[in-house]
């Protein structure tokens, strides 16, 4: 089983609706979380980052992080066609600085 | 807001030569990583430095590579020979003290795209 799993979609949305992308994991060991969004071509950009279970906010963005399930989500709120990227799902072991990242849900906002 | 920023943007290069990938960490940090993603792939760990020195390197980091800080602020990836599958976008990241498994967040660069003919 892989470490990190992610669907890569495409995922197509309209304008202004609720985006939920989410990541499943193996490694009991993963304490943060993080999401990141990338651009084509470009470095990938931190959006959200979590430590173990619970919920965090930031504008229209709200990651969440279930750990008794293994599973982490991003939701973005009214979303917007600048909103379209690849996002990746990122967990670091506590025992060492290596993020293991998802492979990325494309994402596209239709105007 | 700081940046890590990378040279070259986008290098081309034989198979066989020898490539430098430059990186200029945020100032203040003192963890940095180089990762890669090949085309369609997952952005994949390749090292971490600290304090002059490899703290952790993955399975893909093998002798083929190295990287040095060869002053306060540079921080550069070397591939002694390279191959065709060495074509990847190769990222330079860079947290605060401690690191990442510490709760810093890490800030990648923009990358820097390497194809090898």
């Known amino acids: 089983q892989k470490e990190v799993e992610q669907d890569p979609g495409p995922l197509s949305v309209p304008e202004g609706a609720i985006v939920s992308l989410n990541c499943t994991y193996s490694?009991?060991?993963?304490?943060?979380f993080m999401w990141y969004r990338q651009y084509s071509r470009k470095g990938p950009e931190l959006l959200m980052y979590t430590y173990s279970s619970g919920n965090k906010e930031d504008g229209r963005f709200t990651a969440q992080v279930d750990k008794s399930s293994k599973y982490i989500s991003l939701f973005i709120r009214d979303s917007q066609p600048s909103d379209s990227a690849t996002y990746l799902c990122a967990m670091i072991d506590y025992r060492d600085d290596k993020i293991i990242f998802g492979k990325g849900t494309r994402l596209h906002i239709l105007p | 807001e700081p940046e890590v920023t990378q040279t070259p943007s986008h290098q081309v290069t034989q198979m066989g030569q020898e490539v430098i990938l430059r990186c200029v960490p945020i100032s203040n940090h003192l963890y940095f990583y180089w990762y890669r993603q090949i085309l369609g792939q997952k952005v994949e760990f390749l090292v971490s430095?600290?304090?002059?020195?490899?703290?952790?390197k993955s399975e893909i980091f093998d002798d083929q590579f190295s990287v040095e800080r060869p002053d306060g602020s540079n921080f550069t990836l070397k591939i002694r020979s390279t191959k065709l599958e060495d074509s990847a976008m190769y990222f330079c990241?860079?947290?605060?003290?401690?690191?990442?498994?510490?709760?810093?967040?890490?800030?990648f660069g923009e990358g820097s795209w390497l194809t090898v003919v």
């Open positions: 990241a860079s947290s605060g003290q401690p690191g990442p498994s510490s709760g810093n967040t890490i800030y």
């Open positions: 430095f600290y304090n002059n020195e490899i703290s952790e």
């Open positions: 490694n009991s060991a993963f304490q943060y």
